[in-house]
């Protein structure tokens, strides 16, 4: 028992817990006269004053449900206890508002953003209250277990919603990771050509110095420039994350393949490719960036574009940046999913600088549009 409850113990809140939403206010606007009007016209409320002082109470308590779940929870709980105690010991029966119900949302959001050490404490009072409530109103046993477990769902819901909100937050991570690693194969390919270049020039440079000092100039003059644009891409390396020492083998995919990777795809739907300004210079890193996102776009609208003709891939350069977009013309319907690609190429882009729009197309179809400087990220 003692290793279950120490990592439920030591559990965070969950992440982004929002503070106060617009349906925060219109539901506590609803419910605070609703429970006036019940306090006031409805015949049969037993302690009217304290009946409808605790709705009210828990009525104003899901303002802080999200932000301090386990005092909203101890306090409302705990007033709700203590009048069930009074009302057995006085035998006055159930004290409370039909509004009142709206209680249950306390539970689930405890669970649902508390963390695990509010999550211990604040059960067993919502138990406790619910069990005190039962009492004073259920005399059949298997009717109050019934109400006691109807209490206590929300809690099991909203620890159910959480638990799915972690899994898929992880997997996101790993999406993210899975980029990074890959963008630093890339890069640490691009730096070794460009060390293996400085290596054999040093070589040369020290075998001809001694008969061709211009030769041996030459030599430096190509190391210095190598050794720029290795530091260059050494400096897009920040950041990004890697596992293993495996050196990726097979050639470093550019610009210059989009084509091919159009001509790969046997359609429908048909890819046209249109290449415009200087792609020639662009850095190893944001060429590669390139490919792969027209990769996961182009293939992204084969699988789901249902009754798409045509998927456009445009790749346009200026002095400063490259613009790459990838538009089809596909129907819309169907076209959710767990958004993980849209993740990966986002991530990507976002090491090299540069930014990245997907959604629905102005007129149907979807588009992804990603802008890159042309050097890669700044220094």
């Known amino acids: 028992m003692t290793s279950f409850l120490r990592p439920l113990w030591t559990a965070p809140r969950a992440p982004g817990a929002p503070v106060r939403v617009w349906r925060d206010w219109v539901l506590v606007g609803l419910l605070a006269p609703t429970a006036v009007l019940e306090g006031i016209l409805r015949p049969d409320v037993t302690w009217r004053p304290v009946a409808l002082a605790l709705a009210l109470l828990v009525v104003g308590s899901l303002l802080w449900r999200r932000t301090h779940p386990l005092a909203v929870v101890a ?5 709700l206890t203590l009048v069930d105690v009074a009302a057995l010991v006085t035998g006055a029966g ?17 669970c649902r953003w508390g963390s695990g050490r509010e999550i ?3 059960l067993p009072l919502v138990a406790l209250s619910a069990a005190l409530g039962v009492a004073s109103t259920y005399t059949v046993v298997p009717d109050a277990i019934i109400e006691v477990l109807f209490v206590l769902s929300p809690a099991a819901i909203g620890a159910g919603v959480r638990a799915r909100a972690g899994s898929r937050l992880r997997e996101r991570d790993q999406v993210r990771v899975r980029e990074r690693e890959q963008l630093a194969r890339e890069l640490h390919d691009t730096v070794a050509h460009h060390v293996s270049a400085i290596a054999v020039r040093a070589q040369a440079g020290r075998v001809v110095a001694a008969v061709d000092p211009a030769a041996a100039v030459d030599a430096l003059r190509v190391i210095e420039s190598e050794a720029s644009r290795a530091l260059t891409e050494m400096r897009l390396m920040v950041g990004a994350l890697r596992d293993d020492g495996a050196v990726e083998l097979a050639p470093q995919r550019g610009v210059a393949d989009i084509e091919r990777l ?3 795809v046997s ?4 890819v046209e490719v249109e290449l415009s300004g200087d792609l020639d210079d662009l850095r190893p890193a944001v060429g590669a960036a390139l490919y792969r996102l027209a990769q996961e776009s182009v293939t992204n609208a084969v699988r789901h574009a249902r009754h798409a003709s045509r998927v456009t891939v445009r790749v346009a350069a200026d002095d400063d940046r490259v613009r790459l977009t990838v538009a089809d013309d596909g ?7 767990t958004g993980y690609g849209i993740v990966g190429m986002t991530e990507r882009v976002t090491l090299l600088g540069g930014t990245l729009d ?3 197309g102005p ?11 042309r050097a890669g990220a700044a220094a």
Do not use: D, I, N
């Open 358 to 360: 997907a959604g629905p």
């Open 262 to 264: 159009a001509r790969a």
């Open 75 to 79: 306090g409302v709980f705990g007033a």
């Open 331 to 337: 129907e819309l319907q169907g076209r959710g999913g």
């Open 267 to 270: 359609g429908p739907p048909r």
């Open 120 to 122: 211990v404490l604040g």
């Open 94 to 110: 159930e004290v409370a508002l039909y509004t009142s119900a709206c209680v249950l949302v306390l539970p689930y959001a405890l």
């Open 363 to 373: 007129e149907r179809g979807w588009t992804v549009a990603a802008v890159l400087p």
